[in-house]
């Protein structure tokens, strides 16, 4: 009988990071085929566009927020989620300034 072993563990609430503006990114986890990662957003998020090669599910944990995805605007509050399909522009577009934003982000890699 093999004996598991613990993986990762830690709390998605401790050690965050205090910015004044933009995002921090954080890699929790990492397989072929699933990336999970904390995201911090100040209030003050930077207008970056994505448009990634991968699926990307994300759920806000802490906060208020609107992302911009393909033109439209999804307001978000604590407990929201939504799947992001590959290749499908989007951006933070608002953020929260008390309490600060923190994300649950999954990217999935579609099977070739």
């Known amino acids: 009988m093999r004996e598991s072993r613990p993986g990762p563990a830690g709390n998605l609430f401790a050690h965050l990071p205090r910015m004044d503006q933009g995002e921090a990114f954080e890699e ?12 911090v957003s100040s209030d003050r998020p930077e207008p970056t566009r994505y448009d990634q090669d991968t699926d990307e599910w994300v759920c806000l944990l802490q906060g208020e927020a ?36 923190i994300w649950l982000a999954v990217h999935l890699q579609r099977p070739s």
Request: glycine fraction near 4%.
């Open 28 to 39: 929790l986890l990492s397989t072929p085929h699933v990336r999970i990662e904390r995201i």
């Open 66 to 101: 609107e992302l911009w995805i393909d033109g439209a605007i999804l307001p978000l509050q604590p407990g929201d989620y939504h799947l992001i399909p590959a290749h499908t522009p989007h951006r933070v577009h608002r953020t929260s300034t008390h309490p600060c934003c």
